[in-house]
Each structure stands twice: as structure tokens, then as C-alpha cells.
Antibody, heavy 121, light 108 residues
Framework: EVQLVQSGGGWVQPGGSLRLSCAAS????????MHWVRQATGKGLEWVSS???????YYPGSVKGRFTVSRENAKNSLYLQMNSLRAGDTAVYYC???????????????WGQGTMVTVSS | SSEMTQDPAVSVALGQTVTITCQGD??????ATWYQRKPGQAPLLVIY???NRPSGIPDRFSGSTSGNTASLTITGAQAEDEADYYC???????????FGGGTKLTVL
């Protein structure tokens, strides 16, 4: 079965760090670009990071310099290291697989189950 | 522009047709994708590209794009369609991912 299983998350104080993991199974993990997406309570979906098959990484301005996405293909795993966490980072975090289609199109076809990150004193 | 704009909320009577729209300059260059999200669940892909539905998505869901506006239409809305719907594409760089603010659909 093709799936992404997340772990990590929890509660951390402002300024603290947390690492999320996403374990892939049922497909050749190294073939796919991967992403992290979050949703704060009462807010919409927000893209957090992406990592290409070659290890190239991208971030929005809201997390750039604080979050680091990485992958370990030998372990079929995706990670998100979150440092200098703020209350505004409190959200459910999802990992997602990207697949391409047609000319320039892409979709997130497989999502993890989500993991809650709470940043509070 | 690096934003995509959706109406915050839309309602539809059971069995009627509703269209949810998403506006953004990047939609002139990159195709839109639509996700459905229900409380406590991961987002679910419902429409991508010109008008493509993944396996398992009912054919009452359809999509279209004209200029800078993408539309998701539900023809004959059902109670189980009540959810938040998000459009998704790339920004003008083609690298960064964009989500619309989401539209809460209420089926009356």
C-alpha cells in the first residue's frame, strides 16, 4: 500500500526546536519530490517546504532560515527540522508526495496523516 | 502577484449546483488543482489540470480555468460534499507552491 506515515510533533516552547518525520512505503521514495504543508486552526493550508529528488530545497519566506527539509532515501524518509519556533507555527503538519503531469502540472496525490505541533509557553 | 484568492464561504441547497472560484495571476501560466478537506482528515485531491478527476472522485465534480480564474463546480451537491475546498498552483517563479485561502462549502 502506498502511504506516508508521520511521527514527531508535540508541544514545544517558543524558541525551541522540533523534528518531524515522514516514512514512505509502497513506492520508490527517491523518485519523487516531497513537500510539507501545514494548517493552523481556523486558517487555510500553507506550503512549508519542498525537496526535490536531487535534494534541492525551497521554502516560503515565513519559515526560511528557521526550517530545514531533508530526505534520507536509503530509509525512505522525509524530515522537517524546525528551529526558533513561534506561536504562529502552531499547526497540523502534513507531508505530501508530488507527482507531475502534462505541461507544468503537479499534484499532491498522497498525504501523511498529519501531526500536531503546538508552540506555547 | 503571488496570491490566490477564494471566497471564504459558499452555500448550496442539497442537489443544486455550486461553483467555487479561485483567482490568481499564476493561473494564467500554471494549472490549478483542487483539494477537499474535511475536519480531522488530510486533504483529498478532487480535480487537477483542465478537468481531471482522480479515481474515486464522483463525476459531479468538475473544473475549468479561464484567464486568471479557476473554477470548481459541483453539479448536484450532496451532504457529504460539505467541506473546505482549496485551490493550489505555483507562483510566478514556478517553484513556490501556492494555496488559496480556502472556501467553506455548506450544503443546506
Amino acid at each position: 500500500e502506498v502511504q506516508l506515515v508521520q511521527s514527531g510533533g508535540g508541544w514545544v516552547q517558543p524558541g525551541g526546536s522540533l523534528r518531524l518525520s515522514c516514512a514512505a512505503s509502497g513506492f520508490i521514495f527517491s523518485y519523487y519530490d516531497m513537500h510539507w504543508v501545514r494548517q493552523a486552526t481556523g486558517k487555510g493550508l500553507e506550503w512549508v517546504s519542498s525537496i526535490g529528488t536531487a535534494g534541492d530545497t525551497y521554502y516560503p519566506g515565513s519559515v526560511k532560515g528557521r526550517f530545514t527539509v531533508s530526505r534520507e532515501n536509503a530509509k525512505n524518509s522525509l524530515y522537517l527540522q524546525m528551529n526558533s519556533l513561534r506561536a504562529g507555527d502552531t499547526a497540523v503538519y502534513y507531508c505530501a508526495r508530488e507527482i507531475h503531469y502534462g505541461s507544468g502540472g503537479y499534484i499532491f496525490d498522497i498525504w501523511g496523516q498529519g501531526t500536531m505541533v503546538t508552540v506555547s509557553s | 502577484s503571488s496570491e490566490m484568492t477564494q471566497d471564504p464561504a459558499v452555500s448550496v441547497a442539497l442537489g443544486q449546483t455550486v461553483t467555487i472560484t479561485c483567482q490568481g495571476d499564476s493561473l494564467r501560466s500554471y494549472p490549478a488543482t483542487w483539494y477537499q478537506r474535511k475536519p480531522g482528515q488530510a486533504p483529498l485531491l478532487v480535480i487537477y489540470g483542465r478537468n481531471n478527476r482522480p479515481s474515486g472522485i464522483p463525476d459531479r465534480f468538475s473544473g475549468s480555468t479561464s484567464g486568471n480564474t479557476a473554477s470548481l463546480t459541483i453539479t448536484g451537491a450532496q451532504a457529504e460534499d460539505e467541506a473546505d475546498y482549496y485551490c493550489n498552483s505555483r507562483d510566478s517563479s514556478g517553484i513556490h507552491v501556492l494555496f488559496g485561502g480556502g472556501t467553506k462549502l455548506t450544503v443546506l
